[in-house]
């Protein structure tokens, strides 16, 4: 099946710092997503892109719809210790009536302090 | 606006009872819902798409019997896990597409409940 590559897995860095994390697959995708996901909480909604090079911003969140339809990225800048959690990837592969969302793996944030 | 809770967030049950797991889309209304269960440091694992008024469509691998799934009005769905085991402990999310919000298919997540059968 479809699957979503979303590196890196985990991050360390210091506050302040800006991050950046991408998601890759070998098959194309409508609508790509990025969530965050707290510790024993449900994934909210950041970022949703509908079109291929769309980028859109979210406070000091920015992501990428890929020129391919293949990749995304969301890249956050200034980090503060409240973006510590996980960020999944996911995509929507099919068209309008497709729901089902593919995740990715996710990529795990630590800010050190 | 596009609020989706879950009731309850915790539950502890013995090994072989049924526990039942609401998911409510709280100032929308959901024609679609979505059942995740996710493991410890893992991904997101969808288990079935509610429909309401029509029966649940499972992925492959999930028992329809084990995990029975009601979407009885279009702001309520729920998850029963059935003569529930140890190894059904998991975190489960539900999720609800507002048709009204997007004509994009965004999915707005519950908070998730924490399963853990003793």
């Known amino acids: 099946g479809q699957q979503l590559n979303q590196s890196p897995q985990s991050m360390f860095i210091q506050e302040g710092e800006d991050v950046s994390m991408n998601c890759t697959s070998s098959s194309i995708f409508n609508t790509w997503l990025w969530y965050k996901q707290d510790p024993g909480e449900g994934p909210v909604l950041l970022i949703a892109?509908?079109?291929?090079?769309e980028l859109t911003s979210n406070g000091r969140l920015t992501a990428q719809f890929g020129i391919t339809r293949k990749d995304s990225f969301l890249n956050i800048s200034a980090s503060i210790p409240s973006d510590v959690g996980i960020y999944f990837c996911?995509?929507?592969?099919?068209?309008?009536?497709?729901?089902?969302?593919?995740f990715g793996k996710g990529t795990r944030l630590h800010i050190l302090p | 606006g596009a609020v989706v809770s879950q009731h309850p967030s915790r539950v502890i049950c013995k090994s072989g009872t049924s526990v039942k797991i609401e998911c409510r889309s709280l100032d929308f209304q959901a024609t679609t819902m979505f059942w995740y269960r996710q493991f410890p440091k893992k991904s997101l694992m969808l288990m079935a798409t509610?429909?309401?008024?029509?029966?649940?469509?499972?992925e492959q691998g999930v028992e329809k019997d084990k995990f029975l799934i009601n979407h009885a009005s279009l702001t309520l769905s729920t998850l029963t896990v059935t003569s529930a085991h140890p190894e059904d402990s998991s975190f489960y999310i539900c999720?609800?597409?507002?048709?009204?919000?997007?004509?994009?298919?965004?999915?707005?997540f519950g908070p998730g409940t924490r399963l853990t059968v003793l």
């Open positions: 509610s429909n309401e008024g029509s029966k649940a469509t499972y």
């Open positions: 892109l509908y079109k291929a090079g």
């Open positions: 999720s609800a597409r507002d048709p009204s919000r997007s004509a994009y298919n965004e999915q707005f």
């Open positions: 996911a995509g929507l592969p099919g068209g309008y009536r497709d729901d089902k969302i593919i």
